[in-house]
């Protein structure tokens, strides 16, 4: 009896585990929603390289990251690279910028050459929506 | 049984004047800055236009969650700030995004208008010092 219910207790333990390395569902994303660079513009030349980049958001509002409130996410940059999975959390790396804090402002530092941007919201556990809500890709260029 | 009561309504008696009173108001960083990113201010627009939030060194999140360094957007139209140590009112002059927005559409009558952000804590509360934006004055055609 005992074992049996020790047993139970392990099968059980392991059932939660499993459910957690399963991919993450996807929010939806609401109807209409728009994510957009406000600025700066595309093919814009920014001298220097330093910027802040305003972070656009239509139909949807900003939260921080690990709060589930319906119809939000948090803002994440992608900088110089592709999209990543969209069915995973987003990665945290210099070219993944993470906005857990609800900010809607990004201040960058690029050297010269060309650069892309492109934002991507995340769910509280920074798993895009589907479908997913993110801007068009912009590239800007820095001069030497 | 009958003290028991009495202690319930003692209870609740106390209770009532401290929701009334004024609320604690959370810290704000010095550099958090707010500011409309659009119109400008003396800007000439159309009965409909669209307005965005700026908010820099600071977070946006929805009323009722709490976070040390965000909170959301009240879009003050034609009035002055109100009481800082209170929930921010909820009325047409007190326009409230508790869902997180940062930008709105805006329709008002023709004339000049003035319009001024505010953010509140996730009890509606300003932070101290207030995080808000200048007041700027627009004219609808």
Do not use: C
Not at chain 1, 15 to 22: F, I, N
Not at chain 1, 31 to 43: C, F, K, L, M, Q
Not at chain 2, 88 to 116: A, K, M, S, V
């Amino acid at each position: 009896m005992k074992i049996r219910a020790l047993t139970t207790a392990a099968l059980l333990s392991l059932v939660p585990a499993a459910l957690v390395a399963q991919e993450p569902a996807r929010k939806p994303a609401p109807e209409g929603a728009r994510v957009y660079i406000i600025w700066p513009a595309d093919g814009a030349v920014i001298p220097g390289g330093a910027l802040w980049v305003r972070m656009g958001l239509q139909g949807m509002g900003v939260a921080p990251a690990g709060s589930a409130v319906a119809g939000t996410g948090h803002h994440h940059l992608i900088v110089d690279s592709d999209l990543p999975p969209l069915d995973e959390p987003i990665p945290n790396s210099p070219n993944h910028l993470h906005f857990g804090a609800g900010h809607t402002e990004a201040r960058l530092e690029l050297p010269p050459g060309r650069h892309t941007l492109q934002m991507l919201l995340g769910d509280e556990n920074h798993v895009p929506h589907d479908p997913p809500a993110m801007s068009e890709r912009i590239t800007i260029i820095v001069p030497e | 049984m009958i003290p028991l009561r009495i202690a319930a309504v003692l209870i609740a008696a106390l209770a009532t004047p401290l929701a009334a009173q004024a609320q604690d108001r959370k810290a704000a960083p010095e550099d958090a800055y707010v500011y409309i990113g659009w119109p400008n201010d003396g800007e000439v627009v159309g009965g409909r236009f669209k307005i965005w939030f700026g908010t820099r060194l600071f977070g946006v999140a929805p009323a009722g969650v709490a976070h040390p360094e965000a909170g959301h957007h009240h879009l003050l139209v034609d009035t002055d700030l109100p009481p800082l140590d209170e929930p921010i009112p909820n009325d047409p002059n007190h326009l409230h995004f508790g869902g997180g927005q940062t930008e709105t559409y805006l329709e008002l009558p023709p004339g000049r208008h003035t319009l001024q952000l505010l953010i509140g804590d996730e009890n509606h509360v300003p932070h101290d010092p207030p995080v808000m934006s200048r007041r700027i004055t627009i004219t609808v055609r």
